[in-house]
C-alpha cells in the first residue's frame, strides 16, 4: 500500500494502487498446493491456480524486486527497488507484514532463499558489494556474511536436506557453501568450482586442488554480524584471473542425494556430488553428433514436433543428442526425473541415469520459457514465459497438454486510456500490435485484438465509444468498443508519411488531431456520421513531439485553442492556433488552398521560441503552458502574450532524469509530470513548487511512457517500459465531510462539462454499434490523405484548364522559337552588340528562385569546405608545429646528381629548458664524479708507476667497454661506467647522458651534412655559370642538343613543402567578386601599357634603321653573316662577264672562302670550349657524387654509433623496468605475508577459543556423566525401603528402554510417489523415544509385586534418569560436532602455515634474484668477431650463461696452448720417427722373406725343368745371332704373307656386305607384304576367336589351363633334374680329388 500524507492537497488522503497487469515471465513460487505468486510492478500477485482468480499485495512505495516463498511457514520475503533496499517478510494467507531485515546490501538484491524447517535465510546482493548474508528470520538476527566479489552470483539457493550447505551460481562462476554453526555462533564458507571449458569431453573433470585458488576467507565465528571480503588477497589466492571462456551456468536444482545438476547456457549439463566434490560433464552440444543418427523428439501424446505420425510414441533419445542451446534455461528435479525447458519452446524430461541421461518424454510449449515452478505437493508445474503466457501442466497425466493459466501477450505499453464516458474500462495499446481491453475495478481482461503493425500511439474519443490507434508507417484505426467484448476495426486510413506520435482530442469531442515528424498535423472528424473524415492540416516544421487543446465551452463555444510542440534543428517550438469546432462549416476564407490547409491569418497562429529543449507541453489555459526542460529537468510555467513573447512565471525542479512529460486533469487544476526515473509528480495549479512524487514504474526498464486521467478525474492510469499497466485511484474516506463535500463538489463541477456531449454520444454510440468491422488491408497504400487530396485537387484544376493550357502549350511552343531564334542571331553579331544570356529569360522570378538556391547549394558546400579546410589547416599547423617548428635542426636530404642515392640528416629537436636543466645537472654530477676518481687514481699513483704501454692499452680498450663507437666520432662523449650502474638513479642519469651523446653525435654528423650542402650548392653555382656560356655555344653551332640542369630536388629544401604554388594548383582559384573586380582593373592597366609601348618609339626605330637593333657588335655575329654576291654574279652568266666583273667574281670567292675557313676555326674552337666545359661539368658534378658517397658511408658509421646509443637507453629502460616490477612484486609478496601471518594469528586465536569451548563442554559433559552414575546409586537408596528382589527387578526395569528398530526407514518407503522429494517428515528421534517409554510406563509392564505408588516412584525416577541420558547424548553429540569442526579449522590452519612457508620462500627468491639482478650487471660491449666465442643463434644469440673474460687471460692461455702444442708436436714427430724405424725393419724383414721365397721357387723351377730339344739347341748352339736374323726374315715373311691374306679377306667382307644389304632390302619389302598380311590375318582372328569363344571357348579355357599345368609340371621336373645332375657333377669331382691325394708324389731333394 502507498501510505503518503498528501500536506499540500490537503483535500487529498492518499493514493492507491488499485491493480496492476503485465507478467514478463519473472519468478513464479508456489506458497501451497494451488496458490502461486509472482510480481508485477508494485504489485504481487496471488494466483489460484485451479480457479485463475488473482489476489494482490501492494507495495509500500517502490516496486518489487526479487521475493522468495517458504511454504512450510507460509512466508513470503520480498525486497524493494530501491537504495539501500530492505527485506520484508510477510504471512500467508493474512498478508500482514511479519519482519523486517535491514542492512543486507546497499543497491540490490539479486536472488533471496528460505530453509523450509528452520529460521534460516539468505540473501544473494549484487553491485556493488556482492554479499551472501544468513538471517534468522524469525528474530530479524544477522548472523554472519560472506564477498564473493571475486565470483559474483545470480542464484542462490539452500540444499534442502541440509541447512548446512548452499549454492551460488552467476554467469561465469559457481561456488558451494558451507555454514557452520559453534557454541549459537554462525560462520560462513564459501568455494568455487572450476567450470570446465566449452569443448569438454563427456564425463568427470579433474578435480582442482588449489584451495586458495577457489576458496573464500570465512567470517570469523566469533563475531556474530561481521563481513569478511572473500579474497581481498587476490595476487596471492586468485593468482591472475582465468581468460579461458567457461561454461555460463544459467539454472541449478538439487537432488534427493545430496547432488547438484547445473544448465548452461549452451546447452551442457553438469553435475556434482557434494560428498566427493566431484564435477561430471553429462552433456555437451559441441562435441559433434553423428549426422545419421534420428534425433527428432515426438511431443507426448502422439504429436510430432516435425511431422510424424500420431500413433508414434516417443522414444527415448540420448540427452547428448538431443540438448542444445537453450534447453536448460530452466531446470526442476523430481521423482520422474529432470524437467528442462528454455528458449526452444520444448518442455523436457531427462533420467537421472549417470553418466549418460536420456531424453524419456518432451512437450512442445509454443513459447521461451524462463522459469518453472513445482508446486508444494509435486503435482502440478508452472512454466512462465517472458511472452507474458503462464502454462499450468500436470505431470501425472501422460497425454495432457500444457494448459494457459494466463495470457498476457506482453509487449512494451505504448499508451492506455479510460473508455468514455465512464471509467469502468480501460483501453491498452503494445508497441508488438496487441490491443487489450480491462475491467477497471476487477482488472479483468475482456479482450484484446491483434494489428499487424507497430502501435506509437492511442487515445479513446470522449464523444463516442471509439479508440484512435496511430502506427508507425503513418496509419490510424478507429477500433469501436461499443462491446468491450468483441472490439473492432470500423475505420483505416493513412494520415502521415511518418510514424504517427501524438493523437490529441478537442475537449468538445468534434475535433482529433494528429502529429508526426513529416511536418503536418492533420485535423479529423470524431463523429462515426462523418465517417471520420479529414478536415483539414496544419504545416508544422520539426518533429511533433507533444500537443494540448483548451476548449472553454462556456466562453467560447464555437472554437477552441490547440498547442503543438515540436523540435526543428535542435530548437522547440510552440504552435497556437485557434481552431473553429464546426470546422466543415467554415468558408473558403479559412483556408490557403484547395488542400485544405488552414490560413494562419484566419486561426490566428502565432509560433513562439522557448529557448530550450522541450520535450512535452500541457495547457492549463489559452495563455498558459506547463512545459518540461528536457535538459535541466525542470518544469516550467509559461505565460504566451499575444504579441508572441514567451514569460517564464516559474520554473521548478522535475525529476532525477533527463526528459519526460505533462499531462493536466480535465479541470486544469491538476498537474502530472512523468519521465525516465518511474516517478510521477502530482501538483495542482495553486500550489505549484510543492508536489507529491510516487514511484510507479522502474527506472531500470526505462521508467514511464504514459499518465492518463480519467474523465473525473478521481483514477489515473500509467504504463511503464516495464511491461506494466498501473491503475491508481484517490481515496477520500478518511476526509471529514465537509472536505469530502467540496472536493466531490469540485469533481461534479468538473463532470458537468461532459454534460453536453450526451446527445452527441448517443447519437455516434448508436452509429457505432451498426457500423461493420473491416479487415485492415495487407498491403500498404504509399499516399496519405494530404497526397491523394493533392492529386485530385491538381487533377481538377488541370480538366478545367485544358483548352486554356492547349493554348498556352502552343503559344509557348511559339515563344521559344521566336527566343532561339534571337539567341541564334544574337550568336552571329559583333561582340559589342551581343547580349548577355540571362537578358534573353522570360521568367525572372524563376530565374531568381534558381539563383538564390543555387547560391544556397553553394553557400552550403562552401561552408563544408570551409570547415574541412579549417581541419586540414588544424592539422598542418599540429604537424609543423611537431615536425618543423620544434626542430632546431629541420630534416633534409642531399642526392647525387646522377643516381639515386639520398643521404639525410639528423633532425634535432629544441631542447627545453627542463631537459637542458636536467642534462646541466646529471654533467655536473658527472664531473665531480670524474674529479674524485682522478683525485683517487693519483693517490693510488704515489705508490705504483703506470706505463705508458699500459695506459694506451687501457685507453684503446675502453672503446669496447664504451658500448659503442661514439668516442671515434666525440672524444668528449661523457658518460658512467656500465660496470658502477646498480642503481635505478644511476641508470636514469646514464639514459640522459647517452641521449645527450646522441645528440652531440647528430650534431658533428650534421655539421659534415652541411659542409657537403654548402659544397652542392657552390657546385650547382658553377655548373649554371657554365651552362650558360654552353647555351651560348650550341646556339652559335646551331645545335639541338638540350643541357642537363642540375638543380635541388624537393627533398633537399624542404622548406618548399610549407608553401604552395600556384602551378600545382589544379583547379581554378575562386575570386570573390572585389578580387574579380581587382584583377579585371589589373588587366586594363597592363593591356593600355602594352599598348602604349606598341606604339612609335622613334629611339627603337632609329636603332633597328642605324645599327640593326644593337648596340655592340660581336666578330662571332659577323662570321654568321653571308656575303652578297654582286648584281652581275646573279643577273648575267659567267659567259658574258668582262675582265672587271671577272676580277671582281675572283675576289669574292676569295672573301667566300676566307669566310668559310673562319667560320671553321670558330666553330672547332667553339667545340673546343664545349667540350671542356662539359668535362669540367661532369667532373666537377663526379666530385661531388664521390664526396657524397663518401658521407653516406659516414652516415652509416653514425647511424650504427647512434643505434648502439639507443640500444643502450632501450636496455637501460628495460633494467630499470625490470627493477621496479621485482620491487612491485617484492611489496606484494610481503603484503600478502602480512595479510596470511595476521589471519593465521586470528585462525590460531580461533582454534583456541574453540578448544576452551571444547574444554568447558568435556567437562560439563564429565559433570553430566558424574551425575548420571549417582543418580543410579541414589536410585537404590530412595528404594531402600523394598525387599532385594523387588529392588532388583525394579533396578532391571530401571535399566530398560524402548527399541527403535526400523520406523523411520519403514515410515519413509510408505511415501507416496507424487509428493514433494525433499519433504520427509523430521520427526525428533528424542520425540519418538519418550513417546515408547511412556508405552513402557504404563501399567501393563508394571510387575504384579509392585504396589502403584512404588510404581509411579519409579516411573518419575526412570524419566528423570532417560532425560539425563538424552541430555548426555546431546551434549556428547556437540561436544562431537565441535571437535569436528576443530579437526577443520585445524587442517585449515595448517594449510595456511604451508602457504605462509611457500610464500616466504618466494619472497626469499624473489630478493636473491634482486640482489642478483643488482649485482650481475648487462653491460653493452663492442667486440670483434673473432672475440665472440658463443654459437649464433637463429634469431638473436642468448648470452644469458656466457663469461666476460679479460683479454689478457685468453692472450696468456693461448701462448700456454701454443707451447703445449708445439711439445706435443715434436712429442708425434719423435714417435713417428721411432714407428718409422720399426715400420722400416719390418719391411726390410718381410722382402728378405720374400727374396727367400722366390729363390725357393727358382730352385724348384729349375728342378723340376724339362730339357727340350729347343733348349738343348740353344745350349749347344754356338752362333745364336745367326740363328736370331733367319727366325727375323722368317718372321717378316709370315708378316707380308699375313698383310696379303687380310686384303683377300677384306675384299671378300665387302662382297659378304654387298650381298647382306641386298638381302635386307629383299628382307625389308617381304616384311611389308607380310605386315599387311598380318593385319588381315590379325582380323580373321578375332574373328575366329570369338566364333570360337561362342561355340565352345569354356571347353579350350579348360584346356588351356590343364596345359598350363602341365607345362609348370614339367618345367619343375627339367629344374629338378639339373639341380641334381650338378650335385652328381660336385659329387664325382670331389672323388676324383680324393682319389688324387692317394697317389704318391716323388720329391728329389737338392743339396
Not at 616 to 635: F, H, M, P, Y
Not at 762 to 791: F, G
Not at 1068 to 1089: F, G, I
Request: one cysteine or more.
Amino acid at each position: 500500500r502507498i501510505q503518503i500524507l498528501f500536506e499540500v492537497m490537503n483535500f487529498f488522503d492518499k493514493l492507491e494502487l488499485s491493480w496492476s497487469q503485465g507478467y514478463n515471465g519473472n519468478s513464479l513460487a508456489f506458497i501451497d498446493r494451488k496458490t502461486a505468486i509472482t510480481t508485477c510492478g508494485c504489485m504481487m500477485k496471488i494466483i489460484d491456480t485451479t480457479t485463475g482468480k488473482e489476489q494482490t499485495f501492494k507495495s509500500s512505495i517502490h516496486p518489487f524486486g526479487v521475493f522468495t516463498v517458504n511454504p512450510t511457514s507460509s512466508l513470503i520475503a520480498y525486497a524493494s527497488k530501491k537504495l539501500k533496499p530492505n527485506i520484508d517478510i510477510i504471512s500467508y494467507p493474512d498478508l500482514e507484514h511479519v519482519r523486517t531485515l535491514e542492512g543486507g546490501c546497499l543497491m540490490e538484491y539479486v536472488n533471496l532463499a528460505f530453509y523450509p524447517t528452520n529460521s534460516l535465510f539468505l540473501a544473494l546482493s549484487g553491485i556493488p558489494d556482492f554479499l551472501v548474508t544468513l538471517w534468522n528470520h524469525e528474530t530479524g538476527d544477522k548472523l554472519g556474511a560472506i564477498s564473493i566479489s571475486s565470483f559474483p552470483g545470480n542464484r542462490v539457493s539452500f540444499n534442502p536436506l541440509n541447512w548446512r550447505q548452499f549454492c551460488i551460481t552467476g554467469d561465469q562462476s559457481f561456488q558451494m557453501g558451507n555454514i557452520e554453526l559453534i557454541d549459537g555462533k554462525y560462520s560462513l564458507d564459501v568455494n568455487s568450482i572450476e567450470l570446465p571449458k566449452p569443448d569438454v569431453n563427456l564425463g568427470e573433470t579433474e578435480k582442482n586442488t588449489d584451495l586458495l585458488n577457489k576458496k573464500s576467507l570465512p567470517a570469523p565465528i566469533l563475531a556474530s554480524e561481521s563481513v569478511r571480503v572473500a579474497s581481498t588477497l587476490s595476487p596471492f589466492y586468485i593468482k591472475y584471473k582465468d581468460k579461458l571462456k567457461r561454461v555460463a551456468p544459467v539454472s541449478h536444482t538439487w537432488t534427493q542425494n545430496d547432488c547438484l545438476y547445473i544448465g548452461c547456457s549452451q546447452g551442457h549439463l553438469l553435475h556434482f556430488n557434494t560428498k566427493s566434490s566431484q564435477l561430471t560433464v553429462l552433456t555437451n552440444p559441441k562435441i559433434p553428433r553423428p549426422e545419421n543418427l534420428r534425433t527428432t523428439l515426438l511431443v507426448s501424446g502422439g504429436s510430432s514436433l516435425e511431422e510424424e505420425d500420431e500413433d508414434e510414441k516417443f522414444k527415448p533419445v540420448s540427452a547428448q543428442l538431443s540438448l542444445g542451446c537453450g534447453d536448460l534455461e530452466t531446470i526442476a528435479f523430481s521423482h520422474d526425473g529432470l524437467y528442462t525447458c528454455g528458449s526452444t519452446q520444448k518442455l523436457k524430461l531427462l533420467t537421472l541415469d549417470l553418466p549418460k541421461p536420456d531424453v524419456i518424454d518432451c512437450w512442445e510449449t509454443k513459447n521461451t520459457v524462463s522459469t518453472l515452478a513445482w508446486s508444494t505437493v509435486y503435482d502440478k508445474i508452472l512454466l512462465g514465459s517472458p511472452d507474458g503466457v503462464i502454462y499450468s501442466f500436470f505431470p501425472s497425466n501422460k497425454n495432457a497438454d500444457l494448459n494457459i493459466l494466463h495470457n498476457g501477450k506482453f509487449g512494451g505499453f505504448v499508451g492506455a486510456d479510460f473508455i468514455s464516458p465512464s471509467n469502468t474500462h480501460i483501453i491498452s495499446a503494445r508497441g508488438n500490435g496487441v490491443i487489450q481491453i480491462w475491467e477497471s475495478e476487477t482488472s479483468e481482461q475482456l479482450s484484446n485484438i491483434q494489428l499487424n503493425s507497430v502501435i506509437t500511439a492511442i487515445a479513446s474519443s470522449p464523444s463516442s465509444r471509439c479508440v484512435f490507434i496511430g502506427t508507425e508507417d503513418g496509419y490510424i484505426y478507429v477500433i469501436s468498443v461499443s462491446k468491450p467484448e468483441d472490439p473492432c476495426i470500423v475505420f483505416e486510413e493513412k494520415l502521415h508519411t511518418g510514424p504517427v506520435l501524438q493523437i490529441v482530442f478537442e475537449p468538445s469531442g468534434r475535433l482529433v488531431l494528429t502529429g508526426s515528424n513529416d511536418g503536418n498535423v492533420v485535423i479529423s472528424d470524431t463523429r462515426a456520421s462523418e465517417n471520420f473524415r479529414c478536415l483539414a492540416t496544419l504545416d508544422i516544421a520539426g518533429e511533433v513531439n507533444s500537443m494540448s487543446a483548451f476548449h472553454q465551452l462556456k466562453v467560447e463555444k464555437e472554437s477552441c485553442y490547440i498547442f503543438v510542440g515540436s523540435v526543428d534543428n535542435g530548437r522547440s517550438y510552440v504552435t497556437r492556433c485557434r481552431i473553429p469546432v464546426d470546422l466543415a462549416g467554415q468558408p473558403k476564407e479559412a483556408y490557403d488552398n484547395d488542400c485544405f490547409h488552414l490560413s494562419s491569418h484566419y486561426i490566428q497562429r502565432m509560433r513562439f521560441n522557448l529557448g530550450y529543449t522541450c520535450s512535452g507541453i500541457a495547457c492549463t489555459s489559452k495563455n498558459s503552458l506547463v512545459t518540461v526542460d528536457a535538459l535541466r529537468k525542470q518544469i516550467v510555467f509559461l505565460e504566451l502574450s499575444d504579441d508572441g513573447e514567451v514569460k517564464e512565471t516559474e520554473r521548478i525542479n522535475g525529476h532525477m532524469l533527463k526528459g519526460g512529460s505533462v499531462k493536466v486533469s480535465s479541470n486544469r487544476k491538476w498537474v502530472a509530470s512523468y519521465s525516465g526515473d518511474g516517478q510521477v509528480i502530482y501538483r495542482t495549479d495553486q500550489t505549484r513548487g510543492e508536489g507529491l512524487s510516487v514511484p510507479c514504474h522502474s527506472h531500470f526498464k526505462g521508467g514511464i511512457t504514459s499518465v492518463v486521467f480519467s474523465n473525473d478525474g478521481q483514477q489515473l492510469i500509467t504504463t511503464g517500459k516495464d511491461g506494466v499497466l498501473a491503475f491508481w485511484k484517490w481515496n477520500y474516506d478518511e476526509l471529514s465531510d465537509e472536505e469530502k463535500a467540496n472536493v466531490l463538489g469540485a469533481v461534479d463541477s468538473h463532470r458537468g462539462r461532459y454534460a453536453s456531449l450526451l446527445g452527441l454520444r448517443k447519437e455516434q454510440d448508436a452509429i457505432l454499434k451498426n457500423m461493420t468491422a473491416i479487415i485492415p488491408d495487407p498491403v500498404c497504400n504509399s499516399l496519405t490523405w494530404l497526397q491523394t487530396v493533392q492529386m485530385d485537387v491538381q487533377e481538377i484544376k488541370d480538366r478545367s484548364y485544358d483548352g486554356d493550357i492547349a493554348d498556352l502549350k502552343k503559344k509557348i511552343e511559339d515563344l521559344r522559337a521566336t527566343v532561339l531564334g534571337m539567341i541564334e542571331t544574337n550568336g552571329k553579331v559583333d561582340d559589342i552588340e551581343k547580349l548577355k544570356r540571362h537578358e534573353f529569360t522570360l521568367d525572372l522570378d524563376e530565374r531568381q528562385r534558381l539563383l538564390e538556391r543555387g547560391q544556397d547549394e553553394i553557400d552550403r558546400i562552401k561552408e563544408s569546405v570551409e570547415l574541412e579546410n579549417l581541419a586540414m589547416l588544424f592539422l598542418k599547423e599540429l604537424i609543423k608545429k611537431e615536425c618543423w617548428d620544434n626542430m632546431e635542426v629541420k630534416g633534409k636530404a642531399l642526392c647525387l646528381f646522377t643516381g639515386e642515392l639520398e643521404v639525410s640528416n639528423f633532425p634535432i629537436k629544441i631542447q627545453t629548458e627542463e631537459e637542458t636543466k636536467e642534462i646541466e645537472r646529471v654533467l655536473a654530477i658527472h664531473a665531480f664524479e670524474q674529479i674524485e676518481a682522478h683525485d683517487i687514481n693519483y693517490v693510488e699513483g704515489q705508490t705504483r708507476k703506470e706505463t705508458d704501454t699500459e695506459s694506451s692499452t687501457e685507453e684503446k680498450a675502453s672503446a669496447p667497454l664504451f658500448g659503442s663507437h661514439a668516442l671515434r666520432f666525440c672524444a668528449d662523449s661523457q658518460q658512467n661506467d656500465q660496470f658502477q650502474l646498480h642503481s635505478n638513479k644511476r641508470k636514469r642519469d646514464q639514459i640522459i647522458l647517452v641521449r645527450h651523446t646522441i645528440r652531440n653525435l647528430k650534431i658533428a654528423f650534421n655539421k659534415e651534412f652541411d659542409d657537403v650542402y654548402f659544397a652542392k650548392k657552390q657546385e650547382i653555382g658553377r655548373v649554371n655559370d657554365r651552362l650558360d656560356r654552353i647555351r651560348q655555344i650550341l646556339k652559335d653551332l646551331k645545335s639541338s642538343e638540350e643541357c642537363l640542369v642540375p638543380m635541388f630536388r624537393d627533398i633537399e629544401r624542404p622548406e618548399c613543402f610549407l608553401v604552395v604554388e600556384d602551378h600545382e594548383i589544379m583547379v581554378d582559384k575562386y575570386l570573390t567578386p572585389e578580387e574579380e573586380a581587382a584583377r579585371a582593373e589589373a588587366e586594363r592597366l597592363e593591356a593600355e601599357r602594352r599598348r602604349l609601348a606598341e606604339a612609335d618609339n622613334a629611339r627603337e626605330r632609329a636603332l633597328i634603321d642605324m645599327m640593326h637593333g644593337k648596340l655592340e657588335i660581336r666578330p662571332e655575329d659577323e662570321l654568321q653573316k653571308d656575303l652578297i654576291k654582286p648584281d652581275f654574279m646573279l643577273q648575267k652568266p659567267e659567259e658574258q662577264w668582262n675582265e672587271e666583273e671577272m676580277k671582281l667574281a675572283k675576289e669574292f670567292e676569295k672573301k667566300e672562302k676566307h669566310l668559310l675557313e673562319e667560320r671553321e676555326k670558330y666553330r672547332k674552337a667553339l667545340e673546343a670550349e664545349l667540350k671542356k666545359l662539359q668535362t669540367a661539368n661532369a667532373e666537377g658534378m663526379a666530385n661531388f657524387d664521390e664526396n657524397l658517397q663518401k658521407l653516406f658511408r659516414q652516415r652509416i658509421e653514425y647511424q650504427k654509433t647512434v643505434n648502439q646509443e639507443e640500444l643502450k637507453i632501450v636496455r637501460l629502460a628495460r633494467l630499470i623496468y625490470k627493477s621496479g616490477y621485482l620491487e612491485h612484486e617484492d611489496e606484494k609478496l610481503r603484503t600478502t605475508l602480512e595479510k596470511l601471518k595476521a589471519y593465521k594469528v586470528s585462525a590460531q586465536d580461533e582454534i583456541a577459543e574453540i578448544k576452551k569451548i571444547i574444554d568447558r563442554i568435556r567437562d560439563e559433559h564429565d559433570i553430566m556423566l558424574l551425575d548420571d552414575k549417582a543418580m543410579e546409586k541414589q536410585f537404590r537408596k530412595d528404594f531402600s525401603d523394598l525387599d532385594p528382589f523387588t529392588l532388583d527387578v525394579l533396578a532391571k526395569l530401571y535399566k530398560r528402554r524402548p527399541k527403535l528398530t526400523k520406523q523411520k526407514s519403514l515410515h519413509a518407503d510408505l511415501q507416496p510417489r507424487k509428493v514433494n522429494p525433499f519433504t520427509y517428515k523430521q520427526e525428533d528421534a528424542d520425540k519418538i523415544y519418550l513417546d515408547a517409554l511412556t508405552e513402557l510406563d504404563s501399567e501393563v509392564h508394571k510387575p504384579e509385586i509392585l504396589d502403584s505408588d512404588v510404581w509411579e516412584r519409579f516411573i518419575v525416577a526412570r524419566r528423570e534418569k532417560v532425560d539425563n541420558e538424552l541430555q548426555i547424548k546431546q551434549h556428547g553429540q556437540q561436544l562431537h560436532d565441535i571437535s569436528n569442526y576443530l579437526q577443520k579449522k585445524t587442517d585449515e590452519d595448517e594449510s595456511l602455515k604451508c602457504n605462509i612457508e611457500d610464500t616466504f620462500q618466494k619472497l626469499n627468491d624473489l630478493r636473491d634474484n634482486r640482489l642478483n639482478f643488482v649485482m650481475n650487471l648487462e653491460v653493452q660491449l663492442l667486440l670483434k668477431q673473432g672475440q665472440v666465442e658463443v654459437d649464433a643463434g637463429i634469431f638473436a644469440t642468448d648470452y644469458d650463461h656466457a663469461l666476460l673474460l679479460h683479454r689478457s687471460v685468453i692472450e696468456d692461455l693461448n701462448s700456454h696452448i701454443v707451447t703445449l702444442g708445439e711439445a706435443k708436436v715434436a712429442a708425434m714427430i719423435d714417435c713417428k720417427d721411432y714407428y718409422k724405424n720399426i715400420h722400416l725393419l719390418e719391411w726390410e724383414h718381410e722382402q728378405m722373406q720374400m727374396q727367400g721365397e722366390d729363390l725357393k721357387t727358382r730352385t724348384r723351377e729349375v728342378q723340376t725343368l724339362r730339357v727340350t730339344k729347343e733348349l738343348q739347341m740353344f745350349l749347344f748352339e754356338e752362333n745364336t745371332q745367326q740363328r736370331m736374323q733367319k727366325e727375323v726374315q722368317t718372321l717378316e715373311k709370315t708378316i707380308k704373307l699375313n698383310e696379303s691374306m687380310f686384303q683377300r679377306k677384306i675384299k671378300d667382307k665387302k662382297r659378304c656386305l654387298e650381298r647382306l644389304n641386298r638381302m635386307i632390302s629383299e628382307k625389308e619389302s617381304d616384311c611389308k607384304e607380310l605386315d599387311s598380311n598380318l593385319k588381315e590375318l590379325a582380323v580373321s582372328l578375332v574373328e575366329r576367336q570369338q566364333i570360337q569363344d561362342a561355340s565352345g571357348g569354356a571347353d579350350m579355357v579348360l584346356a588351356s589351363e590343364q596345359r598350363m599345368k602341365d607345362i609348370v609340371a614339367r618345367r619343375k621336373l627339367v629344374e629338378l633334374a639339373k639341380n641334381q645332375s650338378q650335385e652328381v657333377a660336385v659329387l664325382r669331382a670331389e672323388v676324383e680329388r680324393l682319389r688324387m691325394k692317394t697317389f704318391p708324389a716323388l720329391v728329389q731333394n737338392i743339396p
